[in-house]
Each structure stands twice: as C-alpha cells, then as structure tokens.
C-alpha cells in the first residue's frame, strides 16, 4: 500500500517468547505434512508393532484370556530386554523411512527458492532456523520410536509391579538412549543432505548410501588389515553396537566384536560435528557467486 495514506498500523498480535520461536517451522510444517492422506496413513500405521507389544504383553496378564484362546503364559514372547530390543529396532527402521521421505525438502526449498533471507530478515538467528528444522523430525521421530515405546514399557510394569519397575530401569534408559542417538542422527545428516543437495531424489539416496556403502567397504577393510576397526565409518553399525551393549544382547566377550562402545558413541559424535560444520556453512541469508 501507499506510505503517503498512512494506514498501515503494527502488529497487535500475542508474540511468540523468544525460547519457542523455532517451533514455528515445525508447527508449519506439520501442518503441511498432515494435510496428505497418504502421510497419515503412514503415521496411523507406525503405530502397529507398539499396539502388538501392548496385546502381548496384556495376554502375559489375563488367565482368562490364555484360557479362551487355549494358549499357556509359556507359549507367550518373554516380556524382557529382547522383547523391548525388537519393538525398538522396528520403530527405528519405520524412522528412517520417515526420515528419508520427510527430511530431503526440509531445506532445500528454502534454498532454492532463496527463502533465507526471509527467515534471518526477522528476529529469528541461523542457529534458530537450525534447531527449527531439526526439529521437524527429532519431535515427529519421537512420536513414534521412544514415546509409544516408554508406554509399552510402563504398561508392562504398571501389571508387573513396583520390583519389575526398579529392577529393570535399564531398559527404559536402553529404549530413550538408543532412541535418541538414532533419531538425532536422522535428524542431522538429512537436514545437512537437504542443505547441500537440492534435488530431492539424490538427497533420500545419499541417506541411504550413508548407511549401505560403509559396511562393505568395513568389512574390506577389516580383512586386509586384520583388524575390527573397520566398521568405525559405520553409522549403522554403531547403532547396533550401542543396542546390544544397553539392551543386554551380547555378553562381555561379544561386545567388541566390531568396536567399543566407546568407539561408537564417537561415530555419533563426529558424524553429528561434521553435520553442524555443513549445515552452519550453507544457511546463509545471501550466497556469494564466483
């Protein structure tokens, strides 16, 4: 409009507090990601093995139930660190395919539609806009791999009973920890392969070369040298390393048998640096052409 007619007035709206100005770009983008059929029914069906687990472990507790459908507590899948293992390995495999559908376009089309300075014109910082669209994921990730995961496990020491509860915390720390590395992981190398890849379809295939290619060329490593750490490139395999140690899978022998779990949090570790170096390198409010 025209400044000489003065009738522009300010924004009079409540503003949003400083400390949750980047849960705006999830806000939005999960109104755009919900507005698909397709995505929700996804979403509806990543639900499927937790409600499993909740009918196997209600069947661990309901005689009346064996009895009608003539089956004994012995027959029944132990309620134990394994169980919990499984349900945790579906639900991180359903993350990925969440990851690699949802997280290639999260930057990409800010970048190619020059959409940053947009962003960074206002009171909103590079980290912000960072941690925003990390955010896409890491909240919608933990929707369906650790929170319907720690309900599985409450519900089962809510019929157990308080000794189950402390004897075995290990396992609610197992599921949040492993969750959490494997989702944030996730998070980071698909938002950086979106800042740096614009095409959507070679972005979902460079998430899944980080995690296929390693583990041959480990395990060439692994046979030239004679030694077990060749697998030290291997996101996934770190993953698995860190599962086994906290879920209780392998014993103290079987536990380095690729690398320490040591080693494996440092995978997480560099990967998660070299994520941030790319990501802090490309979201820029302007681009400096040569």
Request: proline share 4%; charged share 15%.
């Amino acid at each position: 409009m025209a400044v000489y007619e003065h009738s522009y007035k300010p924004y009079e709206g409540r503003l949003t507090p400083e400390w949750a100005r980047f849960l705006v770009l999830p806000r939005y983008a999960y109104q755009d990601l919900f507005k698909y059929k397709t995505f929700i029914t996804l979403f509806v069906l990543s639900f499927v093995a937790p409600l499993i687990g909740t009918i196997l472990i209600y069947l661990h507790h309901n005689a009346n139930a064996l009895q009608i459908m003539d089956i004994s507590a012995a027959d029944i899948v132990p309620i134990n660190g394994i169980f919990f293992y499984v349900f945790t390995l579906i639900q991180s495999q359903l993350a990925f395919l969440f990851t690699v559908i949802i997280g290639p376009v999260l930057v990409s089309r800010d970048l190619a539609n020059n959409a940053l300075p947009l962003y960074l014109c206002r009171p909103f910082s590079r980290f912000e806009y960072i941690i925003g669209k990390i955010s896409v994921l890491l909240i919608l990730l933990s929707l369906i791999t650790w929170v319907p995961l720690m309900f599985l496990f409450l519900f089962h020491a809510f019929l157990e009973g308080g000794s189950w509860l402390r004897d075995n915390l290990w396992i609610a720390t197992a599921i949040f920890t492993v969750s959490v590395a494997w989702i944030a992981a996730l998070s980071l190398l698909s938002i950086a392969f979106s800042a740096w890849i614009k095409w959507r379809t070679a972005a979902s295939a460079a998430l899944f070369a980080i995690f296929i290619i390693p583990t041959p060329i480990g395990f060439a490593i692994q046979e030239i040298l004679g030694t077990r750490k060749g697998h030290l490139l291997n996101l996934g395999m770190a993953w698995n390393m860190l599962s086994w140690d906290l879920f209780g899978i392998f014993d103290n022998d079987d536990k380095e048998m690729f690398f320490s779990v040591g080693e494996a949090w440092m995978v997480f570790a560099v990967y998660a640096a070299i994520c941030l170096y790319m990501l802090w390198r490309k979201v820029r409010a302007y681009e400096v052409v040569s």
